[in-house]
């Protein structure tokens, strides 16, 4: 018998995909188009690292082309491999595919420790890769587009950026050649926190429709809900904060060293701080140490957000899972035997697939930034208060009464880059989450969330090869 440390992310993939492909319609041969990875470049180059020669094993595939540029986040990780790869590259179509963000999926990975090397060392690594990406025509504004993942940041998109432009001199839109970079060299406000602020998005929809409530045991509403985030690396931590600002309260927060508990709830920037200055989250002021992290997974809570890595709920655990809601901001934090699980037990299981596309949506506006040479709300903000100025002024005049500094503050205010960001990822994160509980609602054979979320992904996908046909 297959047992959970045997699966391959891949593989896994996969499984869930055969599994909602039965209720479609679609011929053999596009499922199978849809399944493969259209393109995987698998390369090892040297880098001189002080007086020694390294070689680097990266990689970067490309899952679909049925929307280009293709879109997917660049780890570096010692775990990263070809079936890793292959794996969150399929995903990123799917996420794509749900949130109606016109990208094909793509990944890449370095598999190094970059804690390992100084700042220098990794930006040649960094802009080797990047070069090496440039000369098979694996990056690029309308071909293959790079944003930042597990291990890398705002930093590496940059020496990214630099080596595109460097060796593309005048390409108008080489901007758009990688996302997730600093808004100084063509990023967009709001990308930092976007995968954590669509968790909290899609979550709060789930918990406005009476009817999953009823079947997850739990009132409608945020407001009062116990909440669990395992990860304080950048999704965990803004999950916990939009949680916590939205009313829910976050009695658990997990990290590898180590969880803290408090039942009255937890402040993540606090603990941030905490662990800044200690180095570790434990014997955080008010709050109960659990010294293995996997055991906070386990504590009694309506909402748990698995945000660090995959596999994390397997067969091994998920039995002794108690919350009644599980929220995926990781990559397959969950194995199949875990959903297999939680079906049985009745759990609401909101798939990464879509709830953490906050990244990859936020990523298409700033490409969309970046090909329209304009910062959002640059046209619109002063013409915006002016145009309520003008309205208010016209009601106070006409009703004899004036609003207060605060209240006219908020009536004027015209929208700005982030306003802007933030409203089209929650629409965005809205009307997915609607769209996907509508497929499971209208195909009761439908398991789980997970295989409505691929169903509506090979829908999409599937009418794209279907209207553009197979070429030649």
């Known amino acids: 018998m297959t047992t959970h440390q045997e699966y391959r992310f891949f593989d896994a993939?996969?499984?869930?995909?055969?599994?909602?492909?039965?209720?479609?319609?679609?011929?053999?041969?596009?499922?199978?188009?849809?399944?493969?990875c259209n393109s995987v470049y698998r390369m090892h180059f040297p880098v001189k690292i002080g007086d020694n020669i390294e070689v680097i094993k990266a990689y970067r595939v490309q899952h679909s082309h049925h929307k280009t540029p293709c879109k997917g986040g660049i780890r570096f990780a010692t775990t990263v491999n070809l079936d890793e790869v292959m794996a969150l590259a399929a995903l990123m179509t799917y996420k794509c595919a749900i949130v109606n963000v016109p990208f094909g999926g793509a990944k890449g990975g370095i598999n190094i420790d970059p804690k390992?090397?100084?700042?220098?060392?990794?930006?040649?690594?960094?802009?080797?890769?990047?070069?090496?990406?440039?000369?098979?025509?694996?990056?690029?504004?309308?071909?293959?587009?790079?944003?930042?993942?597990?291990g890398t940041g705002e930093r590496e998109m940059s020496w990214i950026l630099d080596t595109y432009t460097s060796m593309k001199p005048g390409e108008i839109d080489a901007l758009g050649c990688v996302t997730g970079k600093p808004v100084s060299q063509g990023g967009v406000r709001g990308r930092r926190e976007a995968t954590g602020l669509g968790v909290f998005y899609g979550i709060r929809e789930i918990c406005t429709m009476p009817d999953l409530m009823e079947k997850a045991g739990l009132p409608v509403g945020i407001e009062g809900k116990k909440v669990i985030v395992q990860g304080l690396g950048n999704v965990g931590y803004h999950a916990a904060k939009f949680f916590r600002e939205g009313g829910a309260k976050v009695i658990?927060?997990?990290?590898?060293?180590?969880?803290?508990?408090?039942?009255?709830?937890?402040?993540?920037?606090?603990?941030?701080?905490?662990?800044k200055k200690e180095g570790t989250i434990l014997n955080f002021p008010g709050?109960?140490?659990?010294?293995?992290?996997?055991?906070?997974?386990?504590?009694?809570?309506?909402?748990l957000i698995p945000a660090a890595l995959e596999n994390?709920?397997?067969?091994?655990?998920?039995?002794?899972i108690k919350a009644r809601i599980i929220g995926e901001a990781a990559n397959g934090p969950l194995t199949p035997e875990a959903d297999e699980i939680f079906i049985k037990k009745g759990v609401l299981v909101v798939p990464d697939m879509?709830?953490?596309?906050?990244?990859?949506?936020?990523?298409?506006?700033?490409?969309?930034?970046?090909?329209?040479?304009?910062?959002?709300?640059?046209m619109e903000k002063r013409f915006t208060e002016n145009q309520n100025r003008s309205i208010l002024n016209q009601m106070e005049g006409l009703t004899g009464k004036t609003v207060n500094a605060r209240e006219r503050e908020i009536i004027m205010h015209g929208?700005?880059?982030?306003?802007?960001?933030?409203?089209?990822?929650?629409?965005?994160?809205?009307?997915?989450?609607?769209?996907?509980v509508e497929t499971w609602k209208n195909n009761p054979g439908i398991p789980d969330m997970r295989t409505a979320a691929y169903v509506v992904a090979i829908n999409k996908v599937g009418t794209s090869y279907a209207e553009l046909g197979i070429f030649p």
């Open 13 to 36: 993939v996969l499984a869930s995909f055969d599994k909602a492909a039965k209720f479609t319609n679609w011929d053999p041969g596009i499922l199978e188009q849809i399944k493969l």
């Open 116 to 150: 390992k090397y100084t700042p220098y060392e990794l930006e040649k690594i960094t802009r080797r890769y990047t070069h090496e990406l440039i000369k098979k025509n694996f990056i690029g504004p309308g071909t293959d587009v790079p944003a930042p993942d597990y």
């Open 252 to 275: 658990a927060l997990a990290e590898y060293e180590g969880a803290i508990f408090n039942a009255d709830g937890l402040n993540e920037e606090e603990v941030r701080e905490h662990r």
């Open 287 to 303: 709050a109960t140490n659990i010294l293995h992290s996997h055991d906070a997974l386990e504590l009694e809570c309506d909402i």
């Open 312 to 320: 994390v709920i397997n067969g091994d655990n998920a039995s002794r």
């Open 354 to 378: 879509y709830l953490n596309a906050g990244g990859v949506t936020v990523s298409y506006f700033e490409w969309l930034k970046n090909l329209s040479h304009v910062r959002y709300g640059r």
């Open 415 to 436: 929208p700005n880059e982030a306003d802007l960001v933030y409203s089209g990822l929650e629409e965005t994160m809205m009307g997915a989450t609607k769209e996907i």
